[in-house]
């Protein structure tokens, strides 16, 4: 294959360093005299024929912007084998001879159908804040949003310790623990409550306890939005039930994990990736996620990083018991 035009999407989920990559694949395919056209909205776009051409002016001042300049969208028609028919169609219209997508499991789950039924070739980069991708220590926009809810918790802390409350603070995760626990650590959490891990109440009741006794003046109480325990406020009702002399609050800081301006470690990984993702492209590579492992870039097929999740950390979640005492 001679690779003329390439295509660039941003789809699931936006997270900080999607610009970054993108700019990078841009002024990448610049550099190698290829012609680069970005996707609006996902997969929706491929589906719409909606490309439009992107040069190293198009992507000037966007490295330290949060969000996507491409939009973003799931895309239920790219489930169907219609919808992927007619994305495929649309690039082979246009003359797209390599698509890169930027996203999370379900994007690559996409991707890699669009290459089985058509051949397509494809190479994903991992954009998501959840770090949940096989196949790369850092997924892109985990580092941000780690950044952010530390500062969100710092602040809440302030409230804590003024009013001697315990907060449970919500955080994102469904299926995956890495921001809590990383954000447990590094605040000094009292118990975090991870996806991963098969707890009950009585582990957050010992905490507690031991909060107490120790005359600690706040507690924070992290729990990843999938955890089995149920809601933050399943889990304060709980609580109050068990200590009604607690003054308990609960803090969901939802969407505000996704926006901000990229770290300095997530638009550096984002530019590698980029890069990384077109040098693999012109070599032939095909239906591989682009990924860094111990400082070095990695390809990892589309289908293992599907298939296999990320593992977390648990040494750090002994640690986080030892610290919170």
Do not use: W
């Not at 007619?86 to 246009?94: D, E, H, I, P, R």
């Not at 949940?132 to 969100?152: E, H, P, Q, S």
């Amino acid at each position: 294959m001679t690779l003329n035009n390439l295509a660039i999407l941003t789809s699931g989920g936006d997270s900080p360093g999607m610009n970054a990559a993108i700019r990078a694949v841009v002024r990448t395919g610049v550099f190698y005299k290829k012609r680069v056209f970005g996707v609006q909205r996902g997969y929706d776009g491929l589906i719409q024929n909606d490309f439009r051409a992107l040069d190293a002016r198009s992507v000037k001042g966007i490295l330290s912007r949060g969000g996507t300049i491409l939009k973003s969208a799931r895309s239920e028609a790219f489930r169907t084998k219609k919808g992927r028919e007619a994305a495929a169609y649309n690039l082979n219209k246009n003359n797209i001879n390599a698509l890169i997508v930027i996203g999370g499991d379900g994007t690559f789950t996409g991707a890699h159908l669009l290459h089985k039924e058509f051949g397509f070739p494809i190479i994903g980069i991992p954009g998501t804040i959840d770090n949940d991708l096989y196949g790369t220590d850092n997924t892109i926009g985990y580092d941000t949003a780690n950044n952010t809810v530390v500062k969100c918790i710092d602040k809440i802390r302030d409230t804590a310790n003024s009013h001697n409350r315990l907060f449970i603070v919500e955080v994102m995760g469904r299926d995956s623990g890495f921001i809590a626990l990383s954000a447990g650590v590094a605040t000094g959490a009292l118990d975090v409550v991870l996806p991963e891990t098969a707890t009950n109440f009585d582990r957050m009741f010992d905490a507690v306890q031991r909060g107490v006794k120790n005359k600690k003046t706040s507690n924070i109480i992290v729990v990843a939005e999938g955890n089995k325990l149920g809601t933050p406020f399943e889990i304060s009702q709980k609580l109050i039930n068990k200590y009604p002399h607690l003054d308990i609050k609960v803090t969901v800081l939802g969407h505000v994990q996704r926006g901000g301006s990229p770290s300095t470690l997530d638009r550096v990984n984002a530019s590698v990736m980029g890069v990384a993702a077109v040098e693999n492209l012109i070599n032939g590579k095909s239906d591989v996620m682009v990924g860094i492992v111990n400082n070095k870039v990695k390809c990892t097929s589309l289908e293992r990083s599907i298939n296999n999740n990320a593992s977390i950390n648990f040494e750090l979640e002994r640690i986080s018991k030892i610290l919170s005492t």
